[in-house]
């Protein structure tokens, strides 16, 4: 009981230190993993080989894959069919404040399927921010509205499945149900929260579009039959079950050949040469989950564990639902239901033990990754926004809050009825 006390205090204390900022999360999982594991007696030599080698490449797939999404973000906006995408969104949406709302909405959305990263965030916003503002959305709902509709593609984005599936050990192909239902709450939620709030917003503002992201963008129109390419790899997997990988290198290719298609070994190498440095930082979070991972589902952790975890998580479905809907909060400012973060240790615990389904664990970590991805202040990505259209980052979680809790609760009760 003492061991499974003292892991427990460092769960606590890691949490604490991230928090608060005073722990990188980049230090605070290895340094938890190795704790973990002196606490549970693992030999010294095994530490050293398993818990820190072993960690350290564990999930080497879903590096590789983020990797290769990178690229494929930078192709997407190199060739401009991103910045295409939203312009002729815009164009068609005209001067209504709602359609407008409805059609930016739907293109952040169609874009965030397969590019991602701070670099891409500023490269819409920039677009769609003022475009939102100028025909009388307030600053605040044009910011909720591009994170809201930023959720539904991330929903959809390969290489966030391929971190999910080596991570919990779950198929992608047994992922795609989350990224069907869920996208769709998370669609729904978004055309209320239009509906509710756009209507009241009637203030027009003048606004000086931001060029510094722009001017690099090809003025040159892409072609219409090149605008699917966001889409290419999600029907690869989706529909033919297509390894992660090749499928982002296909997108890759088609988005090139049919923009750009001299400039293929140029744009190909430099969008992965810079791909990798977007999601570098991404990278050096899953090395130190994989050590978590490793620490927490060692036997002897387990063994340790299994009777704290037993009594805490949730037998029945009305508690299941109960149990996550109340700790949702506990996904943000990096605390401990982020999955990039001390999540990833708890999952693996639940996983270790026993305690629930890894498809149940799946469900309960993505539905709380709504309420993250979306209100957390402390996502980059949540600031750049923000401090864009001047609005204070706890303003617009006060704001998008009660939309993507429900959205969690939603997803929490889709399980119990059809996953449990």
Same mark, same amino acid.
């Given at each position: 009981?003492?061991?499974?006390?003292?892991?427990?205090?460092?769960?606590?204390?890691?949490?604490?230190?991230?928090?608060?900022? $005073? #722990?990188?999360?980049?230090?605070?999982?290895?340094? /938890?993993?190795?704790?973990?594991?002196? !606490?549970?007696?693992?030999?010294?030599?095994?530490?050293?080989?398993?818990?820190?080698?072993?960690?350290?490449?564990?999930?080497?797939?879903?590096?590789?894959?983020? /990797?290769?999404?990178?690229?494929?973000?930078?192709?997407? +906006?190199?060739?401009?069919?991103?910045?295409?995408?939203? $312009?002729?969104?815009?164009?068609?949406?005209?001067?209504?404040?709602?359609?407008?709302?409805?059609?930016?909405?739907?293109?952040?959305?169609?874009?965030?399927?397969?590019?991602?990263?701070?670099?891409? =965030?500023?490269?819409? %916003?920039?677009?769609?921010?003022?475009?939102?503002?100028?025909?009388?959305?307030?600053?605040?709902?044009?910011?909720?509205?591009?994170?809201?509709?930023?959720?539904?593609?991330?929903?959809? +984005?390969?290489?966030?499945?391929?971190?999910?599936?080596?991570?919990?050990?779950?198929?992608?192909?047994?992922l795609k149900i989350f990224a069907l239902v869920y996208g769709a709450i998370t669609a729904?939620?978004?055309?209320?929260?239009?509906?509710?709030?756009? @209507? $009241?917003? &009637?203030? @027009?503002?003048?606004?000086? /579009?931001?060029?510094?992201?722009?001017?690099?963008?090809?003025?040159?129109?892409?072609?219409?039959?090149?605008?699917?390419?966001?889409?290419?790899?999600?029907?690869?997997?989706?529909?033919?079950?297509? +390894?992660?990988?090749?499928?982002?290198?296909?997108?890759?290719?088609?988005?090139?050949?049919?923009?750009?298609? &001299?400039?293929?070994?140029?744009? #190909?190498?430099?969008?992965?040469?810079?791909?990798?440095?977007? *999601?570098?930082?991404? *990278?050096?979070?899953?090395?130190?989950?994989?050590?978590?991972?490793?620490?927490?589902?060692?036997?002897?952790?387990?063994?340790?564990?299994?009777? =704290?975890?037993?009594?805490?998580?949730?037998?029945?479905?009305?508690?299941?639902?109960?149990?996550?809907?109340? #700790?949702?909060?506990?996904?943000?400012?990096?605390?401990?239901?982020?999955?990039?973060?001390?999540?990833? %240790?708890?999952?693996?615990?639940?996983?270790?033990?026993?305690?629930?389904?890894? /498809?149940? !664990?799946?469900?309960?970590?993505?539905?709380?990754?709504?309420?993250?991805?979306?209100?957390?202040?402390?996502?980059?990505?949540?600031?750049?926004?923000?401090?864009?259209?001047?609005?204070?980052?706890?303003?617009?979680? &006060?704001? *998008?809050?009660?939309?993507?809790?429900?959205?969690?609760?939603?997803?929490?009760?889709?399980?119990?009825?059809?996953?449990?």
């Open positions: 009981m003492l061991q499974g006390m003292l892991i427990l205090l460092v769960f606590v204390l890691s949490a604490i230190g991230m928090m608060s900022k $005073k #722990l990188p999360a980049l230090i605070a999982l290895p340094l /938890m993993a190795v704790l973990i594991a002196i !606490i549970s007696k693992i030999p010294f030599n095994e530490i050293l080989t398993t818990i820190i080698g072993g960690g350290a490449v564990r999930l080497s797939s879903a590096m590789a894959a983020a /990797m290769f999404g990178g690229m494929l973000s930078q192709v997407i +906006n190199r060739t401009g069919i991103a910045n295409s995408i939203i $312009k002729r969104a815009a164009e068609l949406a005209g001067d209504n404040p709602m359609i407008v709302a409805f059609v930016i909405a739907a293109a952040v959305a169609f874009v965030f399927t397969s590019i991602g990263g701070l670099g891409a =965030i500023i490269m819409v %916003g920039t677009i769609v921010l003022p475009i939102m503002i100028s025909v009388g959305i307030n600053a605040l709902l044009a910011a909720s509205i591009m994170l809201i509709s930023f959720k539904i593609g991330l929903l959809f +984005n390969m290489y966030n499945y391929a971190f999910y599936s080596d991570v919990l050990g779950i198929p992608i192909a047994d729904i939620a978004t055309i209320v929260f239009i509906i509710f709030n756009v @209507r $009241k917003s &009637k203030t @027009r503002t003048a606004w000086a /579009m931001p060029n510094a992201n722009m001017v690099k963008q090809d003025k040159k129109n892409v072609p219409i039959y090149a605008l699917i390419t966001p889409i290419i790899p999600i029907l690869l997997v989706f529909i033919w079950n297509v +390894n992660v990988i090749a499928a982002i290198i296909v997108g890759a290719l088609y988005g090139i050949l049919t923009t750009k298609p &001299k400039e293929i070994v140029n744009i #190909l190498s430099s969008s992965f040469i810079e791909g990798i440095k977007d *999601v570098a930082p991404a *990278v050096a979070l899953m090395i130190g989950i994989g050590m978590v991972l490793l620490a927490v589902m060692n036997e002897a952790t387990a063994s340790i564990m299994q009777p =704290i975890i037993a009594a805490v998580v949730p037998s029945s479905k009305i508690s299941y639902i109960l149990f996550f809907a109340l #700790l949702s909060p506990l996904a943000l400012y990096r605390g401990p239901l982020n999955l990039w973060g001390l999540g990833s %240790g708890i999952a693996g615990l639940m996983l270790a033990t026993g305690s629930l389904s890894p /498809m149940v !664990i799946t469900a309960a970590l993505l539905a709380l990754s709504a309420v993250q991805d979306v209100a957390d202040p402390t996502n980059t990505h949540n600031v750049w926004i923000c401090n864009f259209v001047e609005v204070d980052t706890s303003t617009v979680l &006060k704001k *998008v809050f009660p939309y993507v809790f429900g959205v969690a609760v939603l997803c929490l009760i889709y399980t119990t009825m059809f996953i449990w």
